[in-house]
């Protein structure tokens, strides 16, 4: 077996090869000349910044490094150091027969800042590929959330217009008219301080009733909307509750179904009673309130006393006004 000695370069007390005199340096604080050929000696050669490379080949010389830095760096600090290997991220300078510290793959590049190393781990920038990727992802997205939109944006419309029908069905008898109330409808501000649908029913082209979207604000909790019913003649012909805040079980009882104190309503107009007795009959009214829910009560009294006088005095202006698309939304 061939032995080492003798070869040029060989040193008795290590038997590694060391360095080259004129390749030498002076020596690093904190690290022994020993240390420095061990390690030395250790690590196949390889061109990278901050290893010299001016002596023989199969050398990697250590000494040029800011070994201070690498020994008080928490990560290095906590990597595998096999063969008592001070620079654990140099490992990739070890023969390829080796398998190498995964861990070392994250300090394999380093850069020098000011006085201590950096890793030089990056975030690769999004390619081309990655960019149309993302906007055919964005791309389809949309159309999707379109589609769906566009799909439910009429089945809402069709559901809300059925919703009118029915209530205008339930203050309007349907053998009053042949046309389509909910079709046939303007915006009146008409004293809730905001305009809101007015639907004219027609017989033969003849108008013969309106139902009139009041907005009760006096109500125990918030406003109270309702639906009013009125002839061509100016009689109530029904009242329903559409919206309210009442509080369940005491206030919300002027709309249970079925609405018997709402019927106290049908067949009165602005004569009868006359202007001053639409009130309740604790204020001087005609009207009895529900027990428990006298606020509510004259609240509900006072839209319907509204939608009385405003029919009164608005009639003509009513019937005769173009039918406004935006109403039948």
Known sequence: MAHARGRPGWSPHHGY???????????????????????????????????????????????????????RDP????????????????????????????????????????????????????????????????LLAVILIGGSWQSTRQRIADNAARQIVAQISLVLPGTLYDNEPNKDTVLKDTGGGQPLPIYRARRNGSPVAAVLTVSAPDGYVGPIRLLVGIAADGRVLGVLITAHQETPGIGAAIATEPPTWLTGFTGRSLTDPPAARWNLRTDGGDFDAIAGATVSSRATVAGVSTAVHYFATHRDEIFSTPSSPAATR
């Open 75 to 138: 990560h290095l600090r906590q990597l595998c150091r096999r063969r008592r290997l001070c620079g654990t991220a140099d490992e990739c300078h070890r023969s390829p027969a080796r398998a190498l510290d995964p861990a070392t793959s994250l300090w394999a590049g380093r850069v020098n800042s000011g006085s201590r190393e950096e890793p030089l781990i990056r975030h690769r920038a999004a390619g081309p590929r990655n960019l149309a990727a993302l906007a055919v992802v964005l």
């Open 17 to 71: 090869p060391r360095l080259a005199a004129g390749s030498q340096h002076p020596p690093v604080a904190g690290v022994s000349p020993v240390q420095r050929r061990r390690h030395a000696g250790r690590l196949l050669h390889c061109d990278r910044p901050r290893l010299v490379t001016h002596h023989s080949p199969g050398q990697a010389d250590l000494r040029c490094r800011d070994w201070h830095t690498h020994l």
